[in-house]
């Protein structure tokens, strides 16, 4: 009797404890955490490669890396002989141009072309070899160091790549994109560029024979009035902020300064007009279009002690100094 009690006992027991057992979840053990951060010797970067520009350069299109095709820039726009400072100011603008052509610019088969007068003047190493002669290495270097020393650097305004121009000498001060392209452009106003009193373009003449004169003009505007002596033919002028000339009245018509400066080859549209002995006379002042970075300007801010940095920032208005890489 007590047996069957006690077997009776461990069957419930078994009854309870069996399927209490097998439904007992499997414990899993936890899952590892899988870190995600990859440690720095397996995130090494691809090598970079060296951007390619290309460059026509007469009939050919040259394909060469962006930084050798800077240095020869350097050496095409601005003369060897300018501090360092100034050529680093050189470098960053020319790269900036240089990388907004690239995004997309006038050029349908190419980036750039080698022409001064539609995009940045470039020569190759062995032209320029030739046109510097004995002591080019040493310039040569120097333009290299100041490209180097920029690496990837650009100006950037609101996060975009600025039309970073320039141009030889302003005369005094520079010019508003506005007040000769006719387009508002934030970073491109008009500031005070001193110290250029003694480069060569500072000041120029342009004498015109009284013939010459007219038989421009009228082509130009045949409404213009000049049948009278030359001592009437002047009327107003207007200054713009750079001290530009804005319009001036010839025969009773407006002439911009800019139209005058391409009609009679004056090297700025900063001048004034006399007539002496027989012939109008241009009293110019500076040289090149004046909008944007004055390279003399930027030679004297550089010998006076200001660096790339501050030449840039003085002479394009708000912009940032980015490295693109
Ligand atoms: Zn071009």
């Known amino acids: 009797m007590r047996q069957a009690v006690w077997m009776g006992l461990f069957s419930l027991l078994l009854a309870v404890l069996v399927p209490a057992l097998l439904l007992q979840p499997i414990q899993e053990p936890e899952p590892e955490t899988v870190a995600l951060v990859i440690s720095p ?75 001064g007068s539609c995009c940045q003047a470039w020569n190759s190493r062995e032209t320029i070899e030739q046109k510097l002669g004995d002591g080019w290495l040493q310039y040569w270097s120097k333009a290299e160091e100041a490209v180097q020393q920029t690496a990837g650097e650009v100006l950037t305004y609101a996060g975009q790549l600025i039309d970073a121009v320039y141009f030889s000498c302003s005369g005094g001060a520079t010019e508003a994109a506005a007040a000769v392209w006719g387009g508002e452009v934030p970073y491109l106003q008009s500031v005070s560029s001193w110290g250029e009193e003694d480069a060569p373009p500072f000041h120029s003449e342009t004498a015109v024979s009284l013939e010459r004169f007219r038989s421009a003009i009228l082509a130009e505007n045949p409404e213009a009035d ?24 010839i025969g009773g018509r407006p002439f911009s300064g800019t139209s005058l400066r391409t009609l009679f080859g004056l090297k700025s549209a900063k001048f004034d007009v006399a007539i002496e002995e027989g012939q109008i006379v241009f009293q110019v002042s500076g040289y090149g279009h004046r909008v944007g970075m004055s390279q003399y300007g930027a030679n004297a801010m550089a010998k006076a002690g200001s660096d790339y940095r501050a030449i840039l920032q003085h002479y394009y208005t708000g912009v940032t100094i980015e490295t693109k890489t």
């Open 226 to 249: 000049l049948s009278g002596p030359a001592s009437g033919w002047f009327g107003e002028l207007t200054r713009t902020a750079g001290g530009g000339v804005e319009t001036l009245e």
């Open 41 to 115: 010797a397996e995130s090494k970067p691809e090598p970079q490669e060296a951007m390619i520009v290309r460059l026509k350069s007469g009939q050919s299109i040259l394909e060469l890396p962006l930084e050798e095709y800077l240095t020869g820039v350097v050496l095409s726009e601005m003369p060897a002989s300018f501090e360092l400072e100034a050529l680093k100011a050189q470098a960053v603008a020319a790269r900036t141009f240089a990388l907004r052509q690239m995004e997309g610019g006038k050029h349908p088969d190419c980036d750039l072309c080698s022409d």
